[in-house]
């Protein structure tokens, strides 16, 4: 009986070693095939899609959280593109956007030049690409007074003078950076009480109208809007003080 029983376990041990063999060869079998997936296969599996929060100012009338669906196409375009996912955030303010810079809970943005130079100071914020107006990444911008006058720019702190809106970078941002730069506007003080009249007009368009029309001394404008003029508009303008050149919206990491 023992002797049958050493040959039973015997069998056994050899059937098993045998049955091994054939699984490691299946084993080697299907990893030889999967060494022969093509090259888009292997770096789709070696290089995952990374996910980034895509920030982006989008001209909303109401607060929201949702993207528009200009925003969803172009999140789209950009996955597409780039290879990458991209989740939308929705900042309710400029200080939002700042914030989450600093702690890293968003890569990239979009947004005027204001944001963008702000996040460039507090966030370390770097210029990827601006948008292009009229073959054109900045904008210059200048300080335009009544033909008639003669006061210069220093003297504006005694004058009506007239802005877009406070969020405009044209219109009202760097102008508003220029008159503390040249000492005209003093930071932390009331401007309503540092000169004769601030006026806010809505817009670039509507502080050229009123300007043209005599309800203020000075006023921001582009100096690309002045150029436009006929000549006997620009006539009742001139140059008080150039602010410079201003980017456009862009995107920044």
């Known amino acids: 009986m023992l002797r049958y029983l050493t040959v039973f376990f ?29 090259p888009a296969e292997m770096k789709k599996q070696e290089s995952p899609k990374e996910k980034v929060k895509l920030v982006i100012s989008l001209p909303v009338q109401k607060k929201t959280t949702a993207p528009s669906k200009s925003a969803e196409l172009f999140l789209k375009k950009l996955t597409q593109e780039t290879g990458f996912e991209f989740e939308f955030f929705q900042p309710q303010s400029g200080d939002d956007v700042i914030k989450t810079m600093k702690k890293d809970k968003v890569q990239i943005l979009f947004g005027d030049a204001w944001l963008y130079l702000a996040s460039h100071h ?10 292009s107006v009229g073959a054109k990444s900045t904008q210059k ?13 220093k003297k504006l702190g005694k004058k009506k003078i007239l802005f877009s809106n406070p969020e405009d970078p044209i219109g009202y941002l760097f102008p508003y950076t220029s008159l503390i730069k040249e000492g005209i506007l003093k930071p932390g003080k009331d401007i309503n009480t540092q000169f004769a009249s601030v006026l806010y007009a809505g817009n670039t368009a509507s502080i050229l109208k009123d300007l043209l029309e005599g309800k203020a001394d000075a006023g921001p404008l582009l100096v690309s809007e002045y150029e436009s003029l006929d000549e006997e508009k620009k006539k009742k303008l001139r140059l008080l003080k150039p602010i410079g050149d201003i980017p456009t919206p862009c995107f920044f990491a």
């Open 122 to 131: 507090l966030a370390d914020g770097t210029l990827l690409a601006a948008q």
């Open 141 to 153: 911008a200048a300080w335009y007074a009544q033909a008639g006058s003669s006061f210069t720019f």
């Open 10 to 38: 015997v069998l056994l041990s050899f059937t098993l070693s045998c049955e091994k063999k054939e699984s490691d060869q299946k084993i080697n079998k299907v990893e030889e095939l999967t060494k022969t997936d093509s």
